[in-house]
């Protein structure tokens, strides 16, 4: 499934959000965040970019640890799989270390009770929480984050961006977009991807089609 490559071809619901996240995707700048919003937005995505975008020239001083919040629910896994981790790369800068806890709102009360203490000692350490359900992540964990809502981009948002997707396939469409695409703008912008993708290849096939039954057209023709 196609996936943006950098936050620039992330396409968000409005300028306000992309210019707050692109603000924050650098060094002097990032701090804990938490972006929230429907499911299918690029929550996760917007997450991978933004700590792949702090320090391209030298990868080698971040580093990356994934948590997804469904499988390290409970406190014994932040005191297991987060904590420890994070106090040792306290002690190492100028590399930077980054925890992604995906689905962040599946977390008990304990385990966002005890997250809090681990960013509060582990100042260096920069958190990137997603969740579907702001309302289910504790406000202490709020406060310490710069939260960014994320909502689907509407059907005029995504204009542009299909057009050049398509482009980018190999498909060079001036029609009207199909409404099997693009029902999604609004809605889901994963499912507006995944439907997209489908269509360009039953269009794909279409043309390759048309070129096999014209291609002996044009041999009869070279040969009178």
């Not at 980054?98 to 100042?123: H, P, S, Y």
């Not at 981009?153 to 060079?172: F, H, Y």
């Not at 991807?193 to 269509?199: Q, R």
Request: proline share 7%; with cysteine; glycine share 4%.
């Amino acid at each position: 499934m196609y996936s943006p490559k950098t936050l620039g071809d992330v396409v968000f619901h409005d300028a306000e959000t992309k210019e707050l996240v692109l603000k924050h995707a650098k060094p002097n700048n990032f701090r804990n965040l938490l972006l929230y919003g429907p499911p299918g937005t690029g929550k996760t995505t917007v997450a991978n970019l933004i700590a792949t975008t702090i320090y391209p020239p030298q990868p080698t001083q971040l580093e990356l640890l994934k948590i997804n919040g469904s499988m390290n629910r409970s406190i014994d896994d932040v005191r297991k799989n987060i904590e420890p981790k994070c106090r040792v790369n306290v002690l190492r800068p100028p590399h930077l270390f980054i925890v992604i806890i995906n689905e962040a709102e599946r977390m008990t009360t304990e385990a966002q009770d005890a997250l809090r203490g681990v960013m509060d000692d582990c100042n260096d350490v920069k958190f990137i929480l997603t969740t579907n359900y702001l309302e289910k992540i504790e406000k202490p964990i709020q406060s310490r984050c710069q939260k960014v809502v994320m909502y689907p981009a509407d059907e005029q948002t995504w204009e542009k961006p299909v057009r050049n997707l398509l482009k980018s396939w190999g498909i060079d469409w001036k029609d009207e977009l199909p409404k099997c695409v693009m029902q999604y703008a609004g809605q889901d912008n994963r499912q507006l991807i995944e439907e997209l993708e489908d269509w360009a290849e039953d269009v794909k096939e279409e043309l390759a089609q048309i070129n096999v039954i014209e291609m002996p057209s044009k041999s009869k023709k070279k040969g009178k």
